[in-house]
Every structure is written in structure tokens, then in C-alpha cells.
């Protein structure tokens, strides 16, 4: 989302679990298109609650998966955010060898890119050559 859209919108990055250590090969697909991945950290929306994160400032929740959807359900019968599922590929268990695997994860990263532009627009002109 920073990559595309700046500043402009203010994004925080949350999962069902906290405990996991990005993919690799998210880290390396995302490298190409210009997305530095390898020092992000996964948070779980009860962890950015304890940082002090007020959910409630929040206008919408992308769920990737249908555990996070659930999860951002039930986060709705508190705070009144909107949760829009977005079906993406999991690729994690998809390839066989490190080019196909590296395939199924450019996939999910497009089409996590197409439903960005999808729903967000186009991205600004400040960061479409960065």
C-alpha cells in the first residue's frame, strides 16, 4: 500500500497470528516490484491492540484469508469498521522447485496488487516511479 499510495493512506498490517516469520519468497517477489519485505514484522490484531493501536481509528479490514475474515467479523461487533474479503491465492504449498514456487507467489502478489488498484485507484503520481 505505501509503495502505491504514500502517505495518503494510513495502513497497519495485522494477521490471525503473530508468530510467523514472513516467506521468503514473499520477500523476494515483493523485492521486484520495488516492496522491501525482509524487516517486516506480522503482528496479530490482539498484539496491536496491546501497543496501543485503537482499532476503532480504522475505517476498513482487508482479510487475505477466511481465518482473518473471522477473525475481523468479530472485531465488528466492537468497533464499526468495514471487513472486506478479498480471496487471494495461497501459494504456499503450490511449486514444485524454487521457479515454480517463485510463480505462485508472484501470482498472489498480483492479484493482491490488481485489488488494491481495484479498490483504492490508480497509484499516485508522488510514488508510481518509486
Request: hydrophobic share 40%; aromatic share 10%.
Amino acid at each position: 500500500m505505501k509503495k502505491f499510495y504514500g502517505q495518503s493512506l494510513y495502513v497497519q498490517s495485522a494477521g490471525v497470528k503473530n508468530d510467523m516469520e514472513i516467506d521468503g519468497f514473499s520477500i523476494a517477489v515483493c523485492r521486484e516490484i520495488g516492496v522491501e519485505l525482509a524487516r517486516h514484522r506480522s503482528r496479530s490484531f490482539e498484539e496491536m491492540q496491546q501497543w496501543g493501536d485503537d482499532l476503532s481509528g480504522f475505517d476498513l479490514i482487508v482479510a487475505l484469508s477466511p481465518a482473518s475474515q473471522r477473525q475481523a467479523l468479530e472485531l465488528t461487533r466492537y468497533y464499526h469498521l468495514e471487513v472486506e474479503y478479498w480471496p487471494i491465492l495461497d501459494p504456499t504449498g503450490l511449486g514444485e522447485g524454487r521457479e515454480a514456487k517463485l510463480a505462485s507467489y508472484r501470482l498472489a502478489r498480483d492479484q493482491i496488487r490488481d485489488r488494491m488498484i481495484a479498490r483504492f485507484g490508480p497509484p499516485t503520481a508522488e510514488t508510481a516511479g518509486a
